[in-house]
Antibody, heavy 120, light 110 residues
């Protein structure tokens, strides 16, 4: 069974830093791209960042470039999101998400339970 | 571009509901549309990918389509059940925005 378990969420002061971790199990982690997606209650999900299966390629939502960094450790089947200079608008539930390539589209096929980050 | 969905729809058990997702710019047919279901307190779950494809395990009561005349995609749920009560989000992409989500539609089963 595919499992994605986030950790590291919590309360942080404005301007502070936080690193989220996601531990994966139940699949060959090193062949799948991974992502972070966040969601504020009552709103739609918002893609944050993606990393290729090898870790050599990363992509970010434009407004987050320079503050957020995604990385992975295939030996530990883990993906991380380092968040710096946090703002109140970064308050959200952050999901670790696996993506899969269909015929032509890439979609999110497994989501973690989410980690709440509160910036005040 | 943005994806606009109705805020909510409601229908009785056994009936059919259709949720629209309208693309603001660019053709709806230019890139595929996905649909995610999010039950209260749970993470999103894929129900339709590539406009009209169902992942294994998703009942055939769920179907997807696109309409180029209205530049929109639709998710149809037939034979509505209480377990279908959830928020539904459409998602697509373009060359500069890899993942764009709609604002979501709350489906209420009366």
């Amino acid at each position: 069974e595919v499992q994605l378990v986030e950790s590291g969420g919590g309360l942080v002061q404005r301007g502070g830093s936080l690193t989220l971790s996601c531990s994966a199990s139940g699949f060959n982690f090193d062949i799948f791209p991974m992502n972070w997606v966040r969601q504020t209650p009552g709103k739609g999900p918002e893609w944050v960042a993606s990393i290729s299966h090898s870790g050599s390629d990363t992509h970010y939502e434009d407004s987050l470039k320079g503050r957020f960094t995604i990385s992975r450790d295939n030996a530990r089947s883990s993906v991380y999101l380092q968040m710096n200079n946090l703002r109140e608008e970064d308050t959200s539930v952050y999901f670790c998400v696996r993506s899969i390539v269909a015929t032509a589209a890439v979609y999110f096929d497994h989501w973690g339970q989410g980690a709440l980050v509160t910036v005040s | 571009f943005t994806l606009t969905q109705p805020h909510s729809v409601s229908e009785s058990p056994g009936k059919t509901v259709t949720i629209s997702c309208t693309r603001s710019s660019g053709s709806i047919a230019s890139t595929y549309v996905q649909w995610y279901q999010q039950r209260p307190g749970y993470s999103p779950k894929i129900v339709i990918f590539e406009d009209d494809q169902r992942p294994s395990g998703v009942p055939d009561r769920f179907s997807g389509s696109i309409d180029t005349s209205s530049n929109s995609a639709s998710l149809t749920i037939s034979g509505l059940r209480t377990e279908d009560e959830a928020d539904y989000y459409c998602q697509s992409y373009d060359s500069t925005n890899p993942y764009v989500f709609g604002g979501g539609t709350k489906v209420t089963v009366l």
